[in-house]
């Protein structure tokens, strides 16, 4: 897993549409049966708007490629990035992505919720 | 995550299990609670009250944050009869996010070419219902009126602990048909969980006011109260 990520962001809105909640975590078990690295980062926490309920699942494979949704398509980005270190060193964290946050993270809500995300390795 | 907790989750879900998948945020807790082995768990009323509301959530127990990952299998609708009423109740079903199946033996009611955007299936309740697994997820309406076709399925309702059991028919009908379950050795208490006549009491005169007052009746059966077989645990 090193270098640049290879994940495309366009796509995001069509994946989210497409991939139910079953596909998502049978997809994160076909990864890592296949012998890949995987996360799954999970919305364990919303406050006022935020786009996606709690329960919601993103699962991440290490070679990039990603099934589900944890916003609009917001913060996706960033939960790869860290998911991406998370199947490096093992550590479970918490995220968390709101309007107020912009500075801390590359990305915010523009729908003005507040999300906290669980990202763990699968393994 | 360990693989096999993940692959037991999938499992669950693909065999219609209810499963809730607990993590503690520190990583340091990780457990798959099924209704069976929830009695002994730590965090039992959490898990129950989750299981109930059909939701995910974060949970506080004794200091620490665990979140229950809550998986309950989609909600079915077996509608016996392919009749006016199910013409109405299709869509809105579909709507409310049911998934629902139709069941008729008579083939000039179970038509694709009536129900267009259904499954039906021209088969009898007897012969159709057991490969199909009814169970706590599931709703039953039996609207034929014919004794030979509601009753085998309200008997397999019964037995298979299905959260709504309603049938169509006067008072005067249900009471035979209570007087024909009662022979064939159901009790009181199961007897009782049938919903006739079926539908909330709106008023409704037409199939598709009927049909509404059946899928409100569902609804209520489904988030307002536990579903029945969970209490009994």
Same mark, same amino acid.
């Given at each position: 897993?090193?270098?640049?990520?290879?994940?495309?962001?366009?796509?995001?809105?069509?994946?989210?549409?497409?991939?139910?909640?079953?596909?998502?975590?049978?997809?994160?078990?076909?990864?890592?049966?296949?012998?890949?690295?995987?996360?799954?980062?999970?919305?364990?926490?919303?406050?006022?708007?935020?786009?996606?309920?709690?329960?919601?699942?993103?699962?991440?494979?290490?070679?990039?490629?990603?099934?589900?949704?944890?916003?609009?398509?917001?913060?996706?980005?960033?939960?790869?990035?860290?998911?991406?270190?998370?199947?490096?060193?093992?550590?479970?964290?918490?995220?968390?992505?709101?309007?107020?946050?912009?500075?801390?993270? +590359?990305?915010?809500?523009?729908?003005?919720?507040?999300? +906290?995300?669980?990202?763990?390795?699968?393994? | 995550?360990?693989?096999?907790?993940?692959?037991?989750?999938? &499992?669950?879900?693909?065999?219609?299990?209810?499963?809730?998948?607990?993590?503690?945020?520190?990583?340091?807790?990780? !457990?798959?609670? %099924?209704?069976?082995?929830?009695?002994?768990? =730590?965090?039992?009323?959490?898990?129950?009250?989750?299981?109930?509301? @059909?939701?995910?959530?974060?949970?506080?127990?004794? @200091?620490?944050?665990?979140?229950? %990952?809550? /998986?309950?299998?989609?909600? $079915?609708?077996?509608?016996?009869?392919?009749?006016?009423?199910?013409?109405?109740?299709?869509?809105?079903? $579909?709507?409310?996010?049911?998934?629902?199946?139709?069941?008729?033996? $008579?083939?000039?009611?179970? %038509?694709?070419? !009536?129900?267009?955007?259904? /499954?039906?299936?021209?088969?009898?309740?007897?012969?159709?219902?057991?490969?199909?697994?009814?169970?706590?997820?599931?709703?039953?309406?039996?609207?034929?009126?014919?004794?030979?076709?509601?009753?085998?399925?309200?008997?397999?309702?019964?037995?298979?602990?299905?959260?709504?059991?309603? &049938?169509?028919?006067?008072?005067?009908?249900?009471?035979?048909?209570?007087?024909?379950?009662?022979?064939?050795?159901?009790?009181?208490?199961?007897?009782? $969980?049938? !919903?006739?006549?079926?539908?909330?009491?709106?008023?409704?005169? %037409?199939?598709?006011?009927?049909?509404?007052?059946?899928?409100?009746?569902?609804?209520?059966?489904? !988030?307002?109260? =536990?579903?029945?077989? /969970?209490?009994? /645990?």
């Amino acid at each position: 897993m090193a270098g640049a990520m290879r994940y495309i962001l366009p796509n995001i809105t069509e994946l989210i549409m497409l991939a139910s909640d079953d596909d998502i975590l049978g997809q994160a078990e076909a990864w890592a049966n296949a012998g890949k690295g995987v996360a799954l980062a999970t919305v364990i926490e919303t406050w006022g708007s935020a786009p996606r309920p709690v329960g919601s699942h993103l699962a991440i494979a290490e070679d990039g490629h990603f099934l589900g949704s944890v916003s609009g398509g917001c913060v996706e980005g960033d939960v790869v990035t860290e998911a991406m270190d998370c199947i490096s060193d093992g550590k479970p964290r918490v995220l968390e992505f709101g309007v107020a946050d912009e500075t801390a993270w +590359r990305a915010g809500l523009s729908c003005g919720g507040r999300i +906290r995300v669980y990202v763990e390795r699968i393994g | 995550m360990r693989r096999e907790l993940l692959a037991e989750l999938n &499992a669950a879900r693909r065999e219609r299990r209810a499963a809730v998948l607990v993590s503690s945020l520190d990583g340091q807790v990780q !457990r798959l609670v %099924t209704p069976d082995t929830l009695a002994g768990d =730590p965090l039992a009323e959490q898990i129950d009250a989750a299981l109930r509301a @059909g939701k995910s959530t974060l949970v506080e127990h004794e @200091g620490t944050s665990f979140f229950l %990952t809550v /998986q309950v299998p989609p909600v $079915r609708l077996v509608v016996i009869g392919a009749v006016h009423i199910s013409q109405a109740l299709a869509p809105m079903a $579909r709507l409310a996010g049911f998934d629902m199946v139709i069941v008729d033996p $008579r083939t000039a009611f179970a %038509t694709p070419e !009536r129900f267009p955007d259904v /499954q039906v299936i021209a088969e009898w309740p007897e012969t159709v219902l057991p490969p199909m697994k009814i169970d706590r997820y599931t709703a039953i309406c039996c609207f034929t009126h014919d004794p030979k076709i509601d009753d085998p399925a309200l008997e397999q309702a019964l037995r298979a602990d299905c959260f709504s059991v309603g &049938a169509l028919g006067s008072r005067k009908t249900h009471g035979k048909r209570v007087e024909r379950l009662q022979a064939k050795g159901f009790g009181e208490a199961d007897i009782a $969980r049938i !919903r006739a006549p079926i539908g909330l009491d709106i008023g409704a005169i %037409t199939p598709t006011e009927i049909a509404v007052s059946v899928l409100g009746e569902i609804i209520l059966s489904l !988030r307002k109260k =536990p579903l029945r077989a /969970q209490v009994a /645990q």
